[in-house]
T-cell receptor, first 111, second 110 residues
Framework: SQTIHQWPATLVQPVGSPLSLECTVE??????LYWYRQAAGRGLQLLFY??????ISSEVPQNLSASRPQDRQFILSSKKLLLSDSGFYLC??????????FGPGTRLTVL | QKEVEQNSGPLSVPEGAIASLNCTYS??????FFWYRQYSGKSPELIMS????GDKEDGRFTAQLNKASQYVSLLIRDSQPSDSATYLC??????????FGKGTMLLVSP
């Protein structure tokens, strides 16, 4: 069965510091992968998606970037965090029926 | 821009009652529709998917889709306190991306 992992689970970072969040999927090959952010009082917002290694599509312009160095690995990064980057970051993969399944998430607080 | 609208609630129902959650969407070309349940501090969990007009039942949950009205609903029968959560409606787009509503908070009182 498929499993999706995210780490770290929680993170507290100062403004201006770099960020790297990792997502890995087990039990499936060449999955479409997605990064979402859920900010306080706001809905889930799609940030990036990837249909294969090295292929990244950005949905929202911001100071975040994503990379997919391996088939089952998806990384979210930032060179300099802003206060507005605080939120709950979720990685997801999708089945052939368009059903998305989420990882446990990373709660990021930028101070 | 695709939009998905939900009443933020909270929707309060007594234990054993039917909870009815509603969602409208803007993109007429949408083909796949989903309901997720999210407990506080946790990631969303898929509970129902629906792809064609009509009703789809799974245990205590029934999803209803009306593409002509651009309307999706979720009924929860025999509501339990453990059903208290935020329910997210989602609509698929290109490359299986999802557009989410902001969610409806459901409170089931014992």
């Amino acid at each position: 069965s498929q499993t999706i992992h995210q780490w770290p689970a929680t993170l507290v970072q100062p403004v201006g510091s770099p960020l790297s969040l990792e997502c890995t999927v087990e039990g499936t090959s060449n999955p479409n992968l997605y990064w979402y952010r859920q900010a306080a009082g706001r809905g889930l917002q799609l940030l990036f998606y990837s249909v294969g290694i090295g292929q990244i599509s950005s949905e929202v312009p911001q100071n975040l970037s994503a990379s997919r160095p391996q088939d089952r690995q998806f990384i979210l990064s930032s060179k300099k965090l802003l206060l507005s980057d605080s939120g709950f970051y979720l990685c997801a993969w999708v089945t052939k029926y368009d059903e998305q399944f989420f990882g446990p998430g990373t709660r990021l607080t930028v101070l | 821009q695709k939009e998905v609208e939900q009443n933020s609630g909270p929707l309060s129902v007594p234990e054993g009652a039917i909870a009815s959650l509603n969602c409208t969407y803007s993109d007429r070309g949408s083909q796949s529709f989903f309901w997720y349940r999210q407990y506080s501090g946790k990631s969303p969990e898929l509970i129902m998917s629906i792809y064609s007009n009509g009703d789809k039942e799974d245990g205590r949950f029934t999803a209803q889709l009306n593409k002509a009205s651009q309307y999706v609903s979720l009924l929860i029968r025999d509501s339990q306190p453990s059903d208290s959560a935020t329910y997210l409606c989602a609509v698929s787009g290109g490359y299986s991306t999802l557009t989410f509503g902001k969610g409806t908070m459901l409170l089931v009182s014992p």
